[in-house]
DNA sequence: TGCATATATGGCTTATTATACAAATACAAC
DNA sequence: GTTGTATTTGTATAATAAGCCATATATGCA
């Protein structure tokens, strides 16, 4: 039963924000080939191992991997793979590309009064 | 024709950081239903004219807004429906709610070494 | 012209986030 | 038990973001 007030925004203005760094969407984009370990997800970029078990939490916590214990190692997987639907969307908002709201006349910003 | 590189992933992740902050999920929300004045979306929340302003251009920088001048005021709405599905999916991650990967026998974590 | 309204921006403070390094924890193998 | 590997967490630092107030800009109207 989602609540209709500012909370619900606040919860999903988090998992959103889980998502929006280029580290956890690449992790994100690794997992929907498969599970991973944490030291298979560290290779794909150039941060501290901790840094990455950071960033793999952050997903954790708001929902979007689970992960089993195989031994030693934590082996992680897209738990809601809908959050590939994001990316195509994401990538349309791209295309289309930012727009400058209108002109309002933009001329002389640099009131330089010149004499 | 994206890039394949980080930057590409960094490009992603500002338009969905973009989405990652409830005013601004809000104002989606709110423009769902048709395109808003600036000060009609102000109306929705308890915050500074200015903040909603900044939030408004957050996201219209973002791509996900498109505005028309009218008058004196500036009537915004959506340029990529799309990402409402984001909130659909958002929903079912709230819904499944986040697991702790697995026990690992949390006992004693102050490390009282007892001599 | 001058004043009012609508929106955006500059500057500042405070809160949050990303990151690295070091250390702790869990497990495996010896 | 000790030692080694995988992962997480403590702590500190630097960067970013959100918020407010004051001010600037653009437009409308008298």
């Known amino acids: 039963m989602p609540d209709s007030g500012y909370s ?7 998992i959103i924000a889980a998502l ?10 690794t997992l929907s080939e498969g599970s991973r370990t944490v030291s298979e997800l560290a290779e ?7 840094t990455v078990s950071r960033h793999i939490s952050v997903l954790r916590n708001a929902g979007i ?3 089993t214990v ?4 934590r082996r ?8 590939l639907n994001f990316l195509s969307c994401v990538e349309d ?4 590309g930012a727009e400058a709201c209108a002109p309002l006349h933009v001329s002389d910003r640099h009131r330089g009064s010149s004499s």
Not at 44 to 50: G, K
């Open 8 to 14: 619900r925004l606040r919860r999903r203005a988090d």
């Open 20 to 29: 929006a760094h280029p580290t956890r969407l690449l992790v994100v984009e």
């Open 44 to 50: 794909l970029v150039p941060v501290d191992m901790s």
């Open 65 to 67: 991997l689970s992960c």
């Open 70 to 73: 195989e031994g030693n190692r």
């Open 76 to 83: 992680y997987s897209l738990k809601t793979p809908c959050v």
């Open 93 to 96: 908002i791209i295309e289309e």
